[in-house]
Structure formats: C-alpha cells, structure tokens
C-alpha cells in the first residue's frame, strides 16, 4: 500500500479538465514539494510537474500542480487522446529521506 | 542528451542476488549536483525508490531495502550497478535507473528527469 493516496482511476472527455488528487501527511507532502509523473504503457515514467507547480522544458501548460497542507493535485484541461496514461505523484519523505510515490491514478479519456 | 540503459540477466532465482547495471551517456555521475538513483515497479503496480549513489561515491539506500541493496560505480565506464541480495518472488519487477535531483531544506524538492526504459528481473526457480 502506497504512503501517498491517490484515486486509481479519474476519466473525462476530450476539451474537459480533470483533477487528480494525491493525500500525504506531515513528514512527506506537509513539508515538502511535490512531483508528478506520467507513464505511457510501456514507457518509462516521465517527469511532468516538478517543485509542486514547475513545468519542465516541452510540457505543455495544459498541465498544472499545485499543493496545499498535505495534499497536493494535478489538474489536466483541454483533454488529449493522448493524455491516457497513468499519473503518479511523488514527494520527499523525512523518516525515508527519499522519495515516495503514491499508487497511480490511470486516465482515461473517453 | 543525457541517456540511461540499463542491463542485467532477465531471470534470477530464489535466495539468490539480483545484479543489474545502468550506462549512462551525455552526463557523468562523478561530478554534478545530479545523483543516480535505482527505482522498480512490480507489474502493474506503483513505484518504489530503492537507493541512490551521490557523485562522490556515497549511497542512501530506502529503509525498507538496505540489509539487501549495494548501490556502487566505475567511473572509467560511466556506469553504477545494484545488488540485491536474497531476492524472493516479491522482489519481481522492472527495475529502472535515473537521474535524481535533490534540493534539501525547510521544503525539499526531489524529481527524476531521465529515466532508462527499464529492465524487467523475474525471480523464479
């Protein structure tokens, strides 16, 4: 069972914008920042949100994170086809001192 | 471009000890604010941090591992390997390398940027 709680699936249509939450508490998301990424089917993972609402280079801003107290959210507007994937969320645990990952939120796009 | 691979025998039986290496080109482990970490993900299942090698040598392995894990490198290669000892059915999965970035303070900030494209270890008799 995952430290950080996400739903195991969220869907939506296309031009839609979804939210995908993930639940910590005080030692992991409580005091520090917030990652998400996104995995293709057999493709490794791949770096979306970093520092709770940073976008790295080509991630387009249809992507949005934000964080608040020990829960933290990835929103998706403008729904893709190709936006299915699965979602994971990620942050700093002090007790681990290293990262943990919540369960994946799978998306569907229907 | 920084690229990952990694390589290692696809099946490992019981008891025995899973050994697995990363190359790594466009970037060296040896120097940089990088560190080089090892992270598996059973089938269909989430992902799990198993330890990190810094760029001066020193590793942090998950609580939850270390009596097993032995992160270590060779620079001339631009490679680090892990060992995992006394592996069980459990300890099936993909297993991937990746570059970590880690900013610590009142707010530590922590994200993987380049990913290997994972080597799946089975642990069967």
């Known amino acids: 069972q995952s430290v950080l709680a996400q739903p195991p699936s969220a869907s939506g249509t296309p031009g839609q914008k979804v939210t995908i939450s993930c639940s910590g508490g005080?030692?992991?998301?409580?005091?520090?920042?917030v990652t998400w990424y996104r995995q293709v089917p057999g493709a490794a993972p791949q770096l979306l949100i970093y520092t709770n609402n940073k976008r790295p280079s080509g991630v387009p801003d249809r992507f949005s994170g934000s964080k608040s107290g020990t829960s933290a959210s990835l929103a998706i507007s403008g729904l893709q086809s190709g936006d299915e994937a699965d979602y994971y969320c990620s942050t700093w645990d002090d007790s681990v001192k290293g990262p943990i990952f919540g369960g994946g939120t799978k998306l569907t796009v229907l | 471009q920084v690229q990952l691979q990694e390589s290692g025998p696809g099946l490992v039986k019981p008891s025995q000890t899973l050994s697995l290496t990363c190359t790594v080109s466009?970037?060296?482990?040896?120097?940089?604010?990088?560190?080089w970490s090892w992270i598996r993900q059973p089938a269909g299942k989430g992902l799990e941090w198993i330890g990190r090698i810094y760029s001066n040598g020193a590793t942090y392995y998950n609580p939850s591992l270390k009596s097993r894990v032995t992160i270590s490198r060779d620079t001339s290669k631009n490679q680090f390997s892990l060992r995992l000892t006394s592996v069980t059915a459990a300890d099936t999965a993909l297993y991937y390398c990746a570059r970590e970035l880690n900013f610590y303070g009142s707010g530590s900030s922590n994200w993987f940027d380049f990913w290997g494209q994972g080597t799946l270890v089975t642990v069967s008799s």
């Open positions: 466009g970037a060296s482990i040896s120097t940089g604010a990088y560190t």
């Open positions: 005080s030692s992991n998301i409580g005091g520090n920042t």
